[in-house]
Each structure stands twice: as C-alpha cells, then as structure tokens.
C-alpha cells in the first residue's frame, strides 16, 4: 500500500508541475466555459449536510489547486481558470436540474459527487458530450468515456482491506458480517465482500443492508450482536459510521470494523465516544489516498496549498482527493489548448 500512496501522490507532483502554454495557443476552437480570457470549470457537489464532511474539503481541494494555476502559473495560455460551484445536497432531482443550468456555462466539470448522482447523469453526461473527474468509486463508471475516474474503485478498496487482514490479522480466524447501503454504492462494496470472503474460504454469517434515508439502525446492530461477528465491513458513509460503531459497543460486541475510504472522514475525530472505541477496537479504512503525512513532492505541495489557500481546512484526505481532481482537469485542459481545440470534441479527445 506504501507503493500506491507514494505513486498516486508523485501524480500529483507530475500533473502540478505543467509548464505554461505560450499565449499563441489562445487561438483554439472553442466551445461552452470558454472566453479570450477564461475557462470556467464546474464543481458540482455535496456543499450542505452530513456528506459535506467529504464533498467541502474535495470542492476546497479543487478551489486551492487552481488557485495556484492561477497565482503561479499565470492560468492556462493566459486564461484564468474560473470555478463555477453549486450544492446538489446530495439529491439526484437536485442534480439533474442544476446540471441542466450548469453544463452550458461549463467546459468540463473538476468534480462531480457522488455515486448515485453520477449514476443519475450518466445518461446526461453522455447526451451532453461533457467531460468529468467524478468522486466516486464506483466500479461501473471506470469504462465510461465521459468519466475521468482517477482511484482504485470500491471493489478493490474492500476486497484489498479483507486480504489484509486475513493475511496480517488471522482475519480466517473471524466471523465476518458486512453492512451496506442499499443502493448502487452498497452493491459495490457487496460485490468485493463476496468476492473477497468466497476467495479466502471466510465464516460468513450476517449481511445487513439500510436505506440511505434511514436514521435509526436497531435492527442492524441487534442483528450484527446476535450473529457473533467479530468482524464488521462498512460498505457506507461516514454519517452513520458512529451510529453503527457505538450501537453494537454499547450492546457488550467487541469487533474489528473495516471500512472504505467513505466510512471515515476527520469530523469522526470530534465523536468521542466513537474515538474511545477505537482507541481500543481496530477499526481500519482500505483506502486509496495518500495519508495526509506522506513524504513526497506531491504531497509538500498538497500540503502548502492547503495552508496558503485555506488554513482553516483541517488536514483531510478528501482534500487531497480534490487536489488530485485539479491537477487531472488542468492537464486536460493544457492538452486541449495546446491541440489548438477548447470545444467539447476537442477536451474529450484531448
């Protein structure tokens, strides 16, 4: 896992360090989001709400890194990169709405959140030949030419954390049980829990699923106590990863939990109760984002950036993740001005 943090955090270094375009390149066809002067780049995300603990430092993580393209590096061939920002509430009807307002205004969209929104667009983004980075993980969208998707998907997070902890943890040893979300985010981390415990020969005994509407999680965690699972994988998000954790803890049910990069973000920090459990249960996260301290170029840069641009930001994986969107939709965007062609054909081909 060392090697793939430090790769995926030289990527940042490699795509951040582009060199500026000369002006002459101003002369590209151009399309929707672009002026003489400007491109406008769309963020469209989670900004309200529980999951804004994710989508705020993802959407603060582009806003920084584009703010030194524009500081730094003079923009894009001159032009000033312009970040066009609205708050989906995490709503698919939501989405689909501003999204209709949004792509004419945009040349392509730095970040779109969410796995059940993008799902909700997918047909959209490809009537509307537009270009995205998506945060997700979602294993369907890895072969969609409109999609840009930069991290290891869900499958691969989960089945990865399972393979580490029968191989480190004595993990054939354990009971194992999973809790999902129902719906196409859930199903993913279903599909790398099955594959992953029929691989390693696992003592499976409780699947439970809730509703992302849902807010009391009783059954669940009665269900979890009562099968004896000692060990719990979260296929979810971090709204209700406390919930889950205290609930079965408070019942006497000691485990070792493994969640996703979803599970966890730093605002659990602040939970402590939840804090306390961990302290003392293991409660490990299969994620696919450099730590916040890893020594690397990228990483000194992802670092700076954060405390140059918003050092209110508390330190957060997810801000790396919109850093690493910025620097994807720059190198995009360099090679399609320096292809002579800003339109929608042009990013997409670039």
């Known amino acids: 896992m060392k090697n793939r943090r430090a790769m995926l955090a030289g990527l940042v270094g490699a795509l951040a360090l582009s060199t500026v375009l000369p002006a002459a390149a101003q002369d590209s066809k151009s399309g929707p989001g672009v002026t003489d002067t400007s491109i406008t780049v769309g963020v469209l995300s989670v900004l309200t709400g529980p999951v804004a603990l994710q989508g705020v430092p993802i959407a603060n993580g582009v806003d920084a890194y584009f703010k030194h393209v524009n500081e730094d590096m003079h923009g894009i061939a001159g032009r000033q990169i312009v970040i066009l920002k609205q708050d989906h509430q995490y709503n698919a009807q939501n989405a689909i709405q501003i999204f209709a307002q949004m792509t004419p205004r945009v040349a392509m969209y730095a970040d779109l959140f969410g796995t059940p929104i993008i799902a909700a667009l997918q047909r959209r ?93 009783t059954a669940q965690i009665q269900a979890l106590k009562d099968s004896g699972a000692n060990a719990i994988v979260l296929a979810n998000t971090s709204a209700v990863t406390a919930q889950l954790v205290v609930g079965l803890t408070r019942l006497g049910t000691h485990s070792i939990w493994l969640g996703w990069q979803p599970s966890f973000d730093p605002g659990l920090a602040k939970n402590e109760e939840f804090m306390s459990i961990v302290a003392k249960d293991k409660y490990y996260i299969a994620s696919c984002l450099p730590a916040w301290s890893t020594k690397s170029p990228g990483m000194d840069e992802v670092r700076k950036a954060r405390e140059k641009y918003y050092p209110s930001q508390a330190p957060d994986p997810y801000f790396t993740f919109g850093y690493v969107h910025g620097a994807i939709t720059h190198a995009v965007l360099q090679a399609a001005v320096k292809r002579g062609d800003l339109s929608r054909a042009g990013i997409n081909a670039a």
């Open 125 to 217: 983004l490809a009537e509307s030949g537009v270009l995205a980075v998506p945060s997700t993980f979602g294993s369907q969208f890895y072969s969609d030419p409109q999609l840009i998707a930069p991290f290891a998907p869900y499958t691969i997070q989960i089945s990865a954390g399972i393979d580490y902890l029968v191989k480190e943890k004595n993990g054939k040893a354990l009971k194992w049980a999973i809790v999902s979300r129902h719906d196409v985010l859930g199903a993913d981390g279903v599909a790398g829990f099955e594959y992953a415990t029929k691989h390693h020969g696992l003592n499976v005994v409780s699947r439970q699923t809730y509703e992302p509407t849902d807010t009391d999680f």
